[in-house]
């Protein structure tokens, strides 16, 4: 009876001990953006002719990989718009007015997934993209995913693109003006984990 | 983009609608007293509103999501309601002012909500900051507020909405040469509204001027300079310079200017008031001007670049 007592004793430490290793090897391994290499970028036509170009300095995120379940990933992604950068000065004190960006109300761009599946070469998240105020679902693909160790840190990459008409979002059709109402946003971001 | 076709046809219907609200009164058989040329008044600067906002496409989200859609949504019809519930022969002049007080301290408040300004993680000021500038903007409009109504007793004449108008007009255009497009559009049917009544009333040869058009004017010239001042590109000093300019009109009752004849003292009323407004346009212009440049594709030669 001792020795069945002790073998069951032994059983039930094994299995736990076996589980914590189980799930240490299999959580979701949690990155923050690395601002250094990360860029969110746009650009929008002009008149129709040509192309203006501009950037976001200050994004800031955070992504949960699940290598082994994708659908427990997550992605997390938070743009100033105050810190818009189209290279003039005039143009970026405009973007930031109530008639584009409204800054001073919507002081951010978010987006938070919803839903993530993997596919070939990355994933496919789907999320909600809040701007002026509007929230909308939109889905992304994300290029990458390959986790690499560089000094010590372990650094994941992704990639994505997508077009957003200004109108969805709530902006002034009216106040459309020179610039497009489609924008094409080039997102492209690392993570870095101990 | 700014249109002014579309801008003039807005303020052609708000004054022409505004007006002819008015001017109805007189059309009755028995004569239009002062309390019903001033009711007519706050009837008329409102449907001259309504019909201008239509004019021009004016987006009146609900509920409010940003401060323009709050002034347009909640400021302005607690501005008319107050100035209607005035008339109520049971509501004593302390409650009138009591109802006016409480919206100049909390109109700043409603404007601001949900901005970066107010408190939260987001906030972009201290609590105190923000509880000082809550009351010094207050304390502004009530005071100009006051003063305002004060003379239009004291001194009635169409000459206080026309300043009144003059302010709202410069401040139209200040806020759209500072960048805020539409914020400066809103305020183009009140400008014409307030001259449309001021006209009919004086066709109608209205005894006394009413203090509820007066206090629409202020409240909405108040709130158009708060969103561009806060939202915009407007600097404090052009906001109270546009703000304070009606108050040039109580150079009027220097007392040997008093006795001058009517029409004397509203040319000199709306002179002096003129001024400052004229200098904040010209100010603006010229620095539309220089910050658009680069944008306009305008090529400067060397010599520009090197002085600039």
């Not at chain 2, 001033?38 to 021009?56: E, M, T």
């Not at chain 2, 002012?97 to 409603?110: E, K, Q, Y």
């Not at chain 2, 030669?301 to 002085?307: A, L, M």
């Amino acid at each position: 009876m001792r020795r069945y007592l002790s073998a069951l004793v032994m059983s039930v430490a094994v299995g736990m001990s076996l589980c914590a290793v189980a799930q240490t090897a299999f959580a979701a391994d949690d990155y923050t953006f690395d601002l250094v290499h990360s860029s969110v970028s746009f650009k929008a036509r002009h008149l129709d002719i040509s192309w203006i170009h501009g950037r976001f300095n200050e994004v800031s995120g955070k992504f949960s990989l699940d290598r082994v379940d994708a659908t427990k990933s997550t992605f997390e992604l938070s743009i100033k718009a105050d810190s818009v950068d189209t290279g003039n000065k005039a143009r970026d004190e405009h973007l930031r007015q109530p008639d584009y960006f409204d800054a001073k109300q919507f002081p951010t761009l978010d987006f938070k997934s919803t839903s993530v599946k993997a596919i070939k070469g990355g994933y496919e998240v789907t999320g909600d993209f809040t701007m002026h105020g509007v929230t909308k679902k939109v889905t992304i693909s994300l290029e990458g995913g390959k986790e690499i160790e560089f000094k010590g840190t372990k650094r994941v990459g992704f990639s994505t693109n997508l077009a957003l008409k200004r109108s969805d979002f709530g902006f002034d059709k009216t106040q459309i003006g020179p610039i497009g109402d489609e924008a094409l946003i080039f997102i492209d971001f690392e993570g870095t984990r101990k | 983009m700014p249109d002014p076709v579309l801008y003039t046809q807005a303020m052609t219907v708000a004054a022409v609608v505004s007006a002819l609200c008015v001017l109805a009164t007189g059309w009755t058989r028995s004569p239009a007293t002062a309390e019903r040329i001033n009711l007519a008044c706050i009837a008329g600067l409102g449907l001259g509103l309504i019909a201008g906002y239509r004019v021009i496409h004016v987006r009146c989200a609900w509920p409010p999501i940003n401060g323009l859609d709050r002034y347009l949504t909640i400021v302005l019809p607690l501005i008319f309601s107050i100035e209607l519930v005035a008339y109520w022969p049971r509501l004593p002049p302390w409650g009138v002012w009591c109802l006016r007080i409480a919206l100049a301290v909390t109109s700043s408040r409603i404007l601001l909500h949900g901005s970066i300004y107010l408190g939260g993680p987001r906030s972009v000021w201290t609590t105190a900051a923000t509880y000082q500038l809550l009351l010094l903007s207050s304390l502004t409009l009530a005071v100009v507020w006051w003063f305002m109504t004060s003379l239009s007793r004291r001194s009635p004449g169409i000459s206080i909405l026309v300043a009144l108008s003059l302010s709202t007009q410069t401040a139209a255009i200040t806020v759209m040469l500072a960048g805020y497009v539409t914020g400066g559009a809103a305020a183009l049917p009140l400008t014409a509204a307030l001259i449309g009544v001021s006209l009919a009333a004086s066709l109608l040869r209205a005894p006394a001027l009413s203090e509820g058009a007066v206090g629409i004017g202020v409240m909405g010239l108040f709130g158009l300079l708060f969103v561009g001042r806060f939202f915009g590109g407007l600097s404090t000093a052009q906001a109270l310079t546009i703000f304070v300019a009606p108050l040039l009109c109580w150079v009027s009752e220097i007392p040997l200017i008093r006795t001058r004849q009517p029409w004397q003292r509203a040319v000199l009323r709306l002179g002096l008031v003129a001024v400052p407004l004229i200098v904040i346009l010209v100010l603006s212009k010229r620095s539309f001007d220089r910050d658009t440049r680069p944008l306009l594709g305008v090529v400067r030669t060397q010599v520009e670049v090197i002085n600039s």
